[in-house]
């Protein structure tokens, strides 16, 4: 089985930065996907970002040049640098591995809360 813990989001003001972490844990595959997605009230769950095993990344045009992704494969762990935050970012955020290996296989975390607001 696999675990995502998530830590590091709270209250911001706009024009504030968080910085999230993922701690994966358990039988993954070395060669992954790991992503942030986020989910406002009432919205659909929407990808933010994603970085792939060898680090190339993928963002959601709303957030290019705000927020930066990034790896360290050493301890599974995954993080999204959030600056420049506005009030359309606060949503729930969540931490996703996946990988196929004769079949697909996707984990969630438990999500953490991002509030931006004055």
């Known amino acids: 089985q696999v675990q995502l813990v998530e830590s590091g989001g709270g209250l911001v003001q706009p024009g504030g930065s968080l910085r999230l972490s993922c701690a994966a844990s358990?039988?993954?595959?070395?060669?992954?996907?790991m992503g942030w997605y986020r989910q406002a009230p009432g919205k659909e769950r929407e990808l933010v970002a994603s970085?792939?095993?060898?680090?190339?990344?993928n963002y959601a045009d709303s957030v290019k040049g705000r927020f930066t992704i990034s790896r360290d494969n050493t301890k599974n762990t995954v993080y999204l640098q959030m600056n420049s935050l506005q009030p359309e970012d606060t949503a729930v955020y969540y931490c996703?591995?996946?990988?196929?290996?004769?079949?697909?296989?996707?984990?969630w975390g438990q999500g953490t809360q991002v509030t931006v607001s004055s």
């Open positions: 996703n591995t996946k990988w196929t290996l004769n079949r697909p296989y996707t984990y």
């Open positions: 358990g039988s993954i595959f070395s060669i992954n996907t």
């Open positions: 970085i792939i095993s060898g680090g190339s990344t």
